[in-house]
């Protein structure tokens, strides 16, 4: 009795794959594009569709206007700026520590954030939007380096997010106990910490824009030395990558 061999599985063009990647990517930015309409028409004020659209044609109520231009649009405006920074951020540990689970939750970016903020408000110093974010910024990069140091500067394995939820859990406890300690100082802190985009006018998107701008620029430039994590350690140095740098 004759046996055939089954054909060997083949993968699929590249093209086709570019295409399917194209399709899904268009369908996701329409996706976005129709819940970001559907935002602005939800509040607690009583504007309704119809408001907002005479509101976004000049034709609306003062009162009516000011909501929707000065209130939700800033609102999806920063919503739709923070799921870019925070999808590419989560992106890029991913595809760095080749780690499904990695993220700035679980690496510790964000809880180095918060106890910067934390310690910084203990103090009573009231800083601006962008000194805060510079301190955010200098506490999650110190964290993420000593969590790089925890997992004894491997990456792609479990230990890197073991280390990373580890500290998350024991800076998060020192910046609760800072907000116990010193209420006053620390006032708006948890919110800060659980998120919100809740916007009063564009000041706020406008000046973090560039941050985000910069940082994409950054990743942008660095891209090729991602991208060439995702072979391995071995292959990557092969390849002449600086590993633990990048």
Do not use: C
Request: no cysteine.
């Amino acid at each position: 009795m004759a046996v055939t061999e089954a054909p060997p599985a083949t993968r699929p063009p590249a093209a086709a794959s570019r295409a399917g990647a194209a399709v899904v990517t268009a369908g996701l930015a329409l996706l976005v594009a129709v819940l970001a309409v559907v935002d602005i028409t939800q509040g607690t004020a009583a504007v309704g569709p119809a408001q907002v659209f005479k509101a976004l044609t000049g034709r609306a109520d003062p009162s009516d206007a000011s909501v929707v231009i000065a209130s939700r649009l800033p609102r999806m405006t920063a919503g739709l700026l923070v799921g870019v920074v925070l999808g590419i951020a989560g992106a890029v540990l991913q595809a760095v520590s080749r780690n499904v689970l990695a993220s700035p939750d679980t690496l510790a970016v964000n809880a180095g954030s918060y106890l910067a903020l934390g310690l910084v408000g203990a103090t009573g110093v009231s800083l601006p939007l962008l000194a805060s974010s510079g301190v955010a910024f200098a506490g999650g990069l110190l964290a993420a380096a000593v969590v790089l140091a925890l997992s004894g500067l491997g990456t792609g394995t479990v230990r890197l997010v073991l280390a990373g939820t580890a500290l998350a859990l024991g800076l998060n406890s020192v910046t609760e106990g800072l907000l116990l300690l010193f209420p006053q100082q620390t006032e708006g802190l948890y919110q800060w910490n659980q998120g919100s985009i809740g916007q009063n006018g564009f000041d706020g998107v406008l000046q973090l824009l560039p941050v985000a701008l910069a940082g994409l620029a950054g990743l942008l430039l660095v891209a090729r030395r991602v991208d060439a994590l995702a072979l391995g350690d071995d292959a990557a140095r092969g390849l002449g990558v600086p590993v633990h740098a990048t």
